[in-house]
């Protein structure tokens, strides 16, 4: 399947048909659990700053609450497709229960893009979401969070939206909110340090020593950033960083052989994640190719960007080095590929057990929230440190009884748990 005709859907319905089949998941099951429970789509009409007004498509799908609340980011994206949010809605079912906490669930978008709008637009596009919404969310039936391009400020804007209609204060119907406001300490680091904890979990199970690891990553908005930080102060070497550059609309590689420096690159980047070429360049980086990531001599590869970065077709740039493949991303790996990572025998930890420690920590903010009393930092990272690191054995050891591909294995446990839940509430 080709960049051009991708479908994330077709690849999240696929990945649970194999293990549906793999498990003999009954058939009432497999039609509940295949297909979004509820979709919302609808229009957003935004006064834009010059006095016109600008409409735009808004999003919101519900793929399963049988074991609580739908849970799932809100994602500004200009090239948004209603596909892409049902198949992470289906991911977000499997991610929390991978990690075994009590939600479901469910994905939202708007088709936008962030960078062009003031402030003043992007606030009133985030409370118009919500207006055509607040029915339908809320901390006990659908949670929301920030995603691709939306933060914390977005987060607070659409829930100051949804008290000032519920007439009430809500803390905890949207997480990812700015500390505090209702934030959690943690969670800007969450997903990052989530993907490092099972990156060290799968070094371990390998017999490999992380300080003597060399790394190559997709990506350096907030997931990339944190897990950056994490794997070097771990004693890892990143070699690469791949990024977007809007400017030029391209993605460029940048190269240290002799190490990259994570706090460096940080003071040239934007909020999303683009990096300044011409001083990277100034400073001794390498400016490459952007699929250039894909084909160093490193021990590891970090896709923390998009979808359907690692395909067929790219497969075969991936440098013989490479041992392990943390998913950082929501589906950064094609069906394809998939089958090319298993012959080649590389390890693989899989992107909704990886990045799970963004909703495990929006989960920690819920219910901090709920209680009206907050955690100190240590508190937060050593709980989602505990919860990533039991998750990551749980799917392992059943990999390794099963002789199951660490995919199919995550599968299996989270397709088992919401399916349970359907059974025992009597859906089927």
């Not at 799932?72 to 209603?82: A, L, Q, S, Y």
Request: proline share 4%.
């Amino acid at each position: 399947m080709t960049q051009e005709n991708y479908n994330a859907y077709q690849t999240a319905q696929k990945q649970f048909d194999d293990v549906a089949d793999l498990v003999n998941l009954n058939q009432s099951a497999r039609e509940i659990l295949r297909e979004p429970s509820r979709e919302f789509h609808f229009t957003i009409p935004v006064k834009m700053d010059d006095g016109t007004t600008k409409v735009f498509k808004g999003y919101r799908i519900q793929h399963n609450d049988a074991r609580g609340p739908a849970k799932g980011g809100i994602r500004f994206d200009p090239n948004e497709t209603v596909d892409t949010i049902r198949a992470l809605s289906m991911w977000m079912t499997w991610k929390t229960a991978v990690v075994d906490i009590p939600l479901g669930g469910g994905k939202g978008g708007i088709v936008c893009d962030p960078r062009t709008l003031s402030d003043a637009e992007q606030e009133r596009l985030c409370r118009g979401y919500i207006r055509q919404l607040v029915k339908n969310i809320g901390e006990l039936n659908d949670v929301p969070a920030p995603d691709v391009m939306s933060n914390a400020q977005h987060m607070l804007w659409m829930l100051d939206e949804y008290e000032t209609i519920k007439g009430a204060r809500y803390p905890g119907a949207i997480t990812g909110k700015p500390v505090g406001m209702g934030g959690s300490l943690g969670r800007t680091e969450a997903t990052g340090y989530g993907v490092i904890y099972t990156l060290r979990e799968a070094l371990k199970t390998l017999n490999i020593d992380i300080t003597e690891t060399t790394a190559s990553i997709q990506g350096f908005g907030n997931v990339a950033e944190y897990a950056a930080r994490l794997y070097s102060a771990m004693g890892g070497k990143i070699l690469t960083i791949s990024t977007w550059d809007n400017q030029d609309k391209k993605a460029y590689t940048y190269r240290n052989p002799n190490g990259i420096d994570v706090d460096q690159l940080v003071l040239i980047k934007d909020k999303f994640g683009t990096i300044d070429k011409e001083k990277a360049v100034s400073m001794g980086y390498e400016l490459l190719d952007g699929d250039a990531w894909l084909e160093q001599e490193v021990d590891i590869l970090l896709p923390a960007a998009l979808e359907n970065q690692i395909t067929a077709e790219k497969f075969p740039l991936i440098n013989q080095s490479v041992k392990v493949i943390c998913e950082g991303a929501n589906g950064p790996t094609s069906t394809e590929a998939d089958q090319l990572i298993k012959d080649r025998g590389i390890y693989l930890v899989p992107d909704f057990l990886c990045n799970a420690g963004g909703v495990t920590c929006s989960y920690f903010e819920q219910v901090q929230s709920n209680m009206n009393y907050f955690w100190d930092k240590e508190e937060v990272l050593d709980k989602l440190d505990t919860k990533m690191t039991a998750a990551f054995h749980a799917v392992h050891e059943l990999a390794e009884e099963k002789q199951l591909y660490m995919r199919d294995a995550a599968y299996v446990i989270a397709i088992d748990r919401v399916a349970n839940a359907v059974k025992q509430r009597g859906w089927i």
